[in-house]
């Protein structure tokens, strides 16, 4: 299978599980700020894991985590709806930390130029 097409098939599922999160889940433990970050599927589409970033409190994130992977079967269907393949994808919901990660980073850095300015005063 062409690299272009499993980049589309990506895309396209990222898509429709965001408008699914977005509008169709209905759980109100989802409270923080959801957005998929990327969406990886296998060479042989049967499997899709899902990178989600949250914003809100950590109480929020982790009540967020449980009501995404309690609605995985949910998701799965509506995927199956709406987009077009042999096999519809098994949803695996990861959390994506690289947000985070680069907001630490980046607080390192200041901190390391305010130092830095300090120093040469």
């Known amino acids: 299978m062409a690299k272009y097409r499993l ?22 433990r989802l409270t ?32 967020s985590v449980e009501a995404l992977k309690n609605s995985v079967s949910f998701i799965r269907r509506e995927v199956g709806h709406r987009v077009k393949l042999r096999y519809t994808p098994e949803i695996i919901i990861e959390v994506d930390k690289s947000i985070e990660h680069g907001m630490h980073i980046n607080e390192i850095l200041s901190d390391l ?5 300090h120093d040469t005063k």
């Open 7 to 28: 980049g589309r098939i990506n895309e396209e599922i990222k898509k429709e599980i965001s408008n699914i999160i977005q509008y169709d889940i209905n759980d109100p």
């Open 32 to 63: 923080a700020m959801v957005s998929v970050t990327r969406v990886e599927v296998t060479n042989d589409l049967r499997y899709a894991k899902v990178f989600i970033s949250i914003f809100g409190t950590d109480e929020q994130k982790k009540e």
């Open 113 to 117: 130029k305010e130092q830095d300015k």
